[in-house]
């Protein structure tokens, strides 16, 4: 990683490692930003391996517009992630029982990272 990614990772791991311990740190908001091919998806694979080495990657959701960003990231989408249907146009609000589902979903994870930020509008 460059000198700036690895400053990024250090800040997710440092937090990691602050949350397992049960210290409680504050909430992790950041955004990596960067022009295409900047390595901000690689980033966010050397965070992955991070989880992983610490045995908790039941805690990290990986997320982004397309799908085949998603792919690239072992993530999801992000209408997958917010339950959100891309058919149902008509219907206004959620269902209680997507709202449900969607609560069950977001259990047990702590932690999200998008990728491809500048394609949400």
Known sequence: LKVDQRRAYEIVVWHLDQTLAGK???PLRMILYGKGGTGKSRVIQT???AFGRHNMRGLLLKGAYTGV???LIDGKTLHIIGHISVNKRS???MSTDTKQKLQEFWKTFT???IDEY???S
Do not use: H, W
């Open 118 to 120: 500048s394609m949400i």
């Open 69 to 71: 960003a998603a792919s």
């Open 47 to 49: 965070i992955t391996e």
């Open 111 to 113: 932690y999200l990272f």
């Open 91 to 93: 219907e206004v609000g």
């Open 24 to 26: 409680q740190p504050p």
